[in-house]
């Protein structure tokens, strides 16, 4: 079995050691960062994501795999940054005014930084131009907002209004428990992901 599906496998169980064991293993013996990091670590975060949506693994798992990648990305991130790869885009997320809920927007995250963005989290309970604000100082593709109270999902509006007042071109996606397209679609933001998962597809189409 090849070293970059190695990878691949030992991300999708989470086993965080061997990962990094392997991702240096690939360097030392001359492979790509780019290769490694595609064919590798995104490939099997990837497949994570896939098995996700349709409730093959359940949050523990994502988690658990996203902690590998990390750790892989920790090996592989100088080499990468020294053959000048760049993400393919930075996407700031955060969640809206007056709701403390983040473990689905940390997970949005995770996914995000999985499927290759560069992930600014501005944290939980923001205002609307926190985001505007920070989409604008890093140059963001994508801006994420989530929410999880009914109560709350109301401020996504402001945000998106926010954000197509201001200069800034981002696009902007919403999720979260109570979301739903239809509600996107009444507040004009671009995009709704159902799951991490989707939220990541979305953002990659968002770019084009
Ligand atoms: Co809260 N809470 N909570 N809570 N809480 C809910 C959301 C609730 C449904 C529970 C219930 O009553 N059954 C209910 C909301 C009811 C409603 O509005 N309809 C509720 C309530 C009422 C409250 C308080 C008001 C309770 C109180 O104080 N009386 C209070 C509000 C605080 C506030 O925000 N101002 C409150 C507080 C809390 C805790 C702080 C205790 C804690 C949050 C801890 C934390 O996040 N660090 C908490 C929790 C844990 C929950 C439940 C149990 C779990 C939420 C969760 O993390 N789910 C929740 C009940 C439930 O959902 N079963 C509940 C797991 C997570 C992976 O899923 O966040 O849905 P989720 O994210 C998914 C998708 O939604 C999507 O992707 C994720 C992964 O697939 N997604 C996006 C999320 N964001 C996205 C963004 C995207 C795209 C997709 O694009 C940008």
């Not at 240096?24 to 497949?47: F, H, R, V, W, Y």
């Amino acid at each position: 079995m090849s070293e970059l599906q190695d990878i691949a496998d030992c991300l999708m169980k989470g086993k965080a050691n061997d990962v990094k064991e392997h991702v240096q293993k690939a360097l030392d013996a001359g492979t790509a960062p780019d290769k490694i990091l595609n064919e590798g670590l995104l490939a099997g975060m990837s497949i994570i994501g896939e098995r996700f949506k349709k409730n093959e693994v359940y949050v523990p798992e994502v988690l658990i795999a996203a902690r590998a990648m990390k750790a892989g990305m920790e090996i592989l991130q100088p080499e990468l940054a020294a053959s000048g790869v760049e993400p393919i885009g930075t996407a700031v997320i955060g969640t809206v005014k007056g709701d403390l809920h983040d473990i689905g927007k940390n997970l949005v995250g995770m996914m995000l930084e999985g499927a290759g963005f560069k992930v600014v989290d501005i944290g939980i309970d923001c205002e609307p131009e926190k985001f505007v604000q920070t989409a604008k100082e890093n140059k963001a593709k994508v801006v994420g907002i989530s929410a999880l109270l009914t109560t709350t999902m109301t401020n996504m509006k402001a945000v998106v209004e926010a954000m197509k007042a201001s200069d800034c071109n981002a696009k902007t996606m919403i999720g979260g428990a109570p979301v739903t397209q239809a509600y996107c679609d009444e507040i004009g933001a671009d995009g709704y992901a159902p799951d991490a998962a989707s939220a990541a597809d979305l953002a990659k189409s968002l770019l084009a």
